[in-house]
Structures are given as C-alpha cells and as structure tokens.
Nanobody
Framework: QVELVESGGGLVQGGGSLRLSCAAS????????MRWYRQAPGKQRELVAL???????NYADSVKGRFTISRDIALNTVYLKMNGLKSEDTAVYYC?????????????????WGQGTQVTVSS
C-alpha cells in the first residue's frame, strides 16, 4: 500500500504564504500523477492543482497565478507553494497520488489519499 504523509498546513494571515508537502512511501510503486484537493466546510471538494508524470501542471482558476505545484521525483514528494493567501483559501488540503503497485495477480493503479492538512487564512 502507498501511504501519503502531508505537512505544512497552519494558520497564516491574508497575503501570507505556506508550502504544503506530501510524501509517498510504502510498497514499491510508480507515480502517475499527483494532485492537491481542498475542501472547506459546507463546500464541495475542489481540485486545486495537478502535476502529471511528464511534469505538466494545471490549476484551478481560483488559485492560478498564486499557487505552484511541484514535485521531487527522488523523494516521491509533491509540494504546493501557496502565495498571496486569501480567506477563501481556508480549507483542509488533501494530497492525492495516482500510483501503480505490484500485486500477486499483476499490477494495480489507483488513487491514494493523504490525511489532510488544515490551512487557515485569517483576515
């Protein structure tokens, strides 16, 4: 099984910055893509940013120009650098990794989720 450990959340004032990290570990695996989602109370879960195996990135319109997703392949880690934080960015942020693992009957490709990390932006 692939396990994801998130870190970097916290309380920050509006206009501030945070960097979230998500490190994957566990059984041997190959990462296909990495994503950051967020969910605020009473809101739908929202895809924030995506990075694919070839390094291509995509962002939600609400964070474009402020957030940057990146990865460290050697460390199996994905980052989300968040600048110019706004109160609307307050949410629990979840790392999502699509990875392939070996199984006795072949291989399995599926999504794995981090535990979530709280980001709170004060006014």
């Amino acid at each position: 099984q692939v396990e994801l450990v998130e870190s970097g959340g916290g309380l920050v004032q509006g206009g501030g910055s945070l960097r979230l990290s998500c490190a994957a570990s566990g059984s041997p695996f190959s990462i296909r893509s990495m994503r950051w989602y967020r969910q605020a109370p009473g809101k739908q879960r929202e895809l924030v940013a995506l990075i694919t195996s070839d390094g291509s990135t995509n962002y939600a319109d609400s964070v474009k120009g402020r957030f940057t997703i990146s990865r460290d392949i050697a460390l199996n880690t994905v980052y989300l650098k968040m600048n110019g934080l706004k109160s609307e960015d307050t949410a629990v942020y979840y790392c999502n990794v699509v990875a392939t693992t070996a199984r006795v009957m072949g291989t399995l490709t599926r999504a794995y989720w981090g535990q979530g990390t709280q980001v709170t932006v004060s006014s």
